[in-house]
């Protein structure tokens, strides 16, 4: 039986990944706490790799958050990340891991880039300063793993989502990503009483939003993909794999979405001071598209979800 280590099992999309992974009905998977293993110390992921040698390895790990917390912990950002994949990825070969799974982001794109963002646009521009840190962290990872590849010959593979939002997301006031700051923000408007909710930012800007459990389904359907497929849509040095839905919306819409969602009546109001980021971040899902996939959970409906995980698990979501 494959026996799967997953990095990252905590997070939103480590969680989705086991969650579909046990539902296939696979039973040999590997999982640490970070308490348990720290993926930053060369030597204990060295010793745990050794020790497991799993088949295959999916690296959901991360430092992950939003403008706020990348534009304050720059520092951590990068080195965190780099860390966590220099280290899995090269331990995972030494211990004769041949099949690994990479997951990055969106924001490995330049800022001035045109849309939708297709793979090739990789390395053609300047990044968005605002998250440049966790971006470049991103791109040595796909980078690590085609040079793996092609001077070892294993079979690494890099899927780049779009934002993400699900059960599982952080809703911390300060760390989190737009969408789960949004839902956060207008339940606690309602629950107050609120006449007002302001949003960061212009509200012009357009974000693609995916679905957590879609991104798992795309993961392990790229992961088990036969290598004739994945190499007829790839290039060994631009082997990344883009996922998404191929439509955005503008941060107030979707404001106003989940104002709906939430039952907030009140005003919404944007606040141009604060900073917008890149104006524009969509997807060009082509080439998963061509090798037989795509997204299918909707965007109101994904929301009406994740509220209700919200809904059930604030306590937990508020760390």
Same mark, same amino acid.
């Given at each position: 039986m494959t026996k799967y280590y997953i990095a990252g099992h905590r997070g939103m999309v480590g969680g989705a990944i086991v969650r579909q992974l046990e539902a296939a009905g696979e039973t040999n998977i590997v999982m640490r706490t970070h308490a348990e293993l720290d993926l930053t110390d060369q030597l204990a992921v060295r010793d745990f790799m050794q020790l497991e040698r799993p088949d295959v390895v999916i690296l959901a790990a991360a430092k992950v958050g939003g403008i706020y917390a990348n534009n304050n912990y720059p520092a951590q950002f990068i080195y965190e990340n780099l860390m966590i994949e220099c280290n899995v990825i090269h331990q995972a070969f030494e211990a004769g891991v041949t099949k690994l799974l990479q997951l990055g982001s969106s924001c490995i794109y330049p800022k001035a880039v045109p849309q939708p963002m297709r793979e090739d646009a990789l390395?053609?521009? %300047? =990044?968005? +300063?605002?998250?440049?840190?966790? $971006?470049?962290?991103?791109? $040595?990872? %796909?980078? @690590?793993?085609?040079?793996?590849?092609?001077?070892?010959?294993?079979?690494?593979?890099? &899927?780049? +989502?779009?934002?993400?939002?699900?059960?599982?997301?952080?809703?911390?006031?300060?760390?989190?990503? !737009?969408?789960?700051? @949004?839902?956060?923000?207008?339940?606690?408007?309602?629950? #107050?009483?609120?006449?007002? !909710? !302001?949003?960061?930012?212009?509200?012009?800007?357009?974000?693609?939003? =995916?679905? &957590?459990?879609?991104?798992? $389904?795309?993961?392990?359907? !790229?992961?088990?993909?036969? *290598?004739?497929?994945? #190499?007829?849509?790839?290039?060994?040095? @631009?082997?990344?794999?883009?996922?998404?839905?191929?439509?955005?919306?503008?941060?107030?819409?979707?404001?106003?979405?989940?104002?709906? %969602?939430?039952?907030?009546?009140?005003? %919404?109001?944007? #606040?141009?001071? *604060?900073?917008?980021g890149t104006m524009r971040k969509l997807m060009d899902v082509g080439r998963l598209d061509k090798m037989g996939w795509r997204a299918s959970i909707d965007l109101e409906q994904g929301l009406i979800d994740t509220y209700e995980w919200y809904l059930g698990n604030m306590q937990s979501a508020r760390t």
């Open positions: 390395l053609t521009g %300047i =990044l968005e +300063p605002t998250n440049e840190p966790y $971006a470049i962290a991103k791109i $040595a990872g %796909i980078k @690590l793993c085609e040079s793996y590849n092609r001077q070892h010959g294993v079979d690494y593979r890099s &899927v780049m +989502p779009t934002n993400l939002y699900g059960p599982g997301d952080n809703f911390h006031p300060d760390n989190s990503h !737009v969408m789960p700051a @949004l839902i956060r923000r207008f339940h606690e408007a309602v629950r #107050d009483g609120l006449s007002e !909710v !302001v949003i960061w930012g212009s509200g012009a800007p357009r974000r693609e939003f =995916l679905h &957590v459990d879609d991104m798992a $389904a795309a993961s392990l359907f !790229v992961l088990n993909l036969s *290598k004739d497929i994945y #190499d007829e849509h790839s290039k060994p040095m @631009l082997s990344h794999i883009n996922v998404g839905t191929g439509t955005d919306v503008s941060i107030l819409e979707l404001a106003q979405l989940v104002a709906k %969602i939430t039952g907030y009546s009140g005003k %919404i109001s944007t #606040d141009p001071s *604060k900073p917008d």
